[in-house]
């Protein structure tokens, strides 16, 4: 569960059997998917500005709109595809008190918790009697869904993170045990130490009849929280020393300082330029493998220091090295944790776990994962379809 960034979040939801994009330049984007007859789709992308000169440059469309009218579940007709130019905002407003109410005071809060409690109203569909948050963090967003559900019969609250699980526990046992939720008093809790991409197995263990019947609703946060970034010994950060950690797993062996002193040079090309969408991944590629003859790099300020000089002062000075050094730290996190991979095989693990008209909730917070979700959405409605 992401702490930081709300401006560039972007929540994706989805009701299985039906897919909807509804871009949210708020800067939030929303994806849905559903089950009901007949279904409605509508479908909006909304990219960054530098896939849009792309598309340009190609003669493509910017934002797209398409829709998949389906006149019965058992028919057979043909899908109609309309297409049209669409932007929208998302209409909810900040709520400073549901957002102190639920998350951390001191560092934390849950992002875009508004659309998520909106995604998952009972009003809109239907009552949400089990849910799964597979990255549940400090539990901001799972405190206010099980506030928002007293008819919840059964949650389940994964990370990966030992931290941020701890912290989950610690506020959900809170929630549990506390007079201000009124919570089912058949209410089943678990919280796996596990990484979603295991949603499938805890299902499973919990109960086997679960993978069969799905669950009402799946919610996933992609974005780092601020207890990752404002520990120094994670890694994770370009403003403070520590060592080239960035798993998320501890319990992991594969760290940043491996790919950076081992791996081959044209892998720390493809890393930088791919997972980074960094414009100067030659210059930096060859000043990373230049520095494995002078002992290689072994701490975030000697990456940090070797960005510094290799950024030109006319990028913007200490704005510009900073911004090269988000994107070369994103592209490292994401190699040594496999995020891409993990999140595509994830979806599909999730679509498989739902129930009849249940719901999918993901928050992304750049391009790359934004695009994972959004072309996992879609070929999944294909398929249904």
Not at 15 to 36: A, E, G, K, M, Q
Not at 314 to 340: H, M, P, S, Y
Request: aromatic residues 6%.
């Amino acid at each position: 569960m992401a702490g930081i960034s709300s401006t560039t979040a972007k929540l994706i939801f989805c009701l299985r059997d039906l897919t909807t994009y509804i871009s949210l330049t708020s800067r939030p984007s929303l994806l849905v998917c559903s089950s009901s007859t007949p279904t409605r789709t509508i479908a909006s992308t909304s990219t960054a500005k530098k896939e849009e000169n792309k598309k340009n440059k190609k003669k493509k469309k910017k934002l797209k709109l398409e829709v998949k009218t389906e006149t019965s579940a058992k028919s057979t007709s043909k899908v109609g595809l309309v297409k049209e130019k669409r932007r929208t905002r998302s209409e909810k407003e900040f709520d400073k008190e549901a957002v102190h109410r639920y998350g951390e005071k001191a560092s934390h809060i849950p992002v875009m918790l508004a659309e998520v409690l909106d995604v998952f109203s009972s009003s809109c569909w239907r009552p949400l009697s089990s849910f799964v948050d597979c990255t549940v963090g400090a539990a901001g967003h799972s405190s206010a869904i099980m506030h928002a559900h007293p008819e919840l019969k059964l949650y389940i609250g994964m990370d990966v993170d030992p931290v941020a699980h701890e912290k989950a526990q610690t506020q959900i046992n809170n929630i549990l045990h506390g007079d201000s939720c009124s919570l089912a008093s058949d209410l089943k809790v678990y919280t796996p130490l596990k990484n979603f991409r295991h949603i499938q197995s805890v299902l499973s263990e919990i109960d086997e009849k679960l993978l069969g019947a799905g669950v009402g609703g799946i919610l996933m946060d992609l974005g780092m929280s601020s207890m990752q970034i404002d520990n120094p010994e994670r890694g994770f950060s370009v403003l403070g020393d520590g060592p080239l950690d960035m798993r998320m797993d501890p319990q992991a062996s594969l760290r940043a300082e491996d790919i950076l002193n081992s791996w081959p040079d044209a892998e720390i090309g493809r890393i930088l330029r791919d997972y980074g969408e960094e414009s100067n991944w030659r210059t930096l590629q060859k000043k990373i493998v230049k520095a494995r003859l002078h002992g290689g790099l072994h701490s975030t300020n000697d990456l940090v220091d070797l960005i510094r000089n290799v950024t030109p002062a006319v990028r913007g000075g200490r704005q510009g090295w900073i911004k090269t050094a988000t994107r070369v730290f994103q592209a490292l996190r994401i190699a040594v944790n496999d995020e891409l991979k993990t999140l595509e095989d994830s979806l599909y693990a999730c679509f498989d776990c739902l129930a009849p008209g249940g719901r999918l909730a993901v928050i992304s917070f750049h391009s790359l994962e934004d695009r994972v979700v959004k072309q996992t959405f879609l070929r999944n409605s294909q398929w249904q379809g």
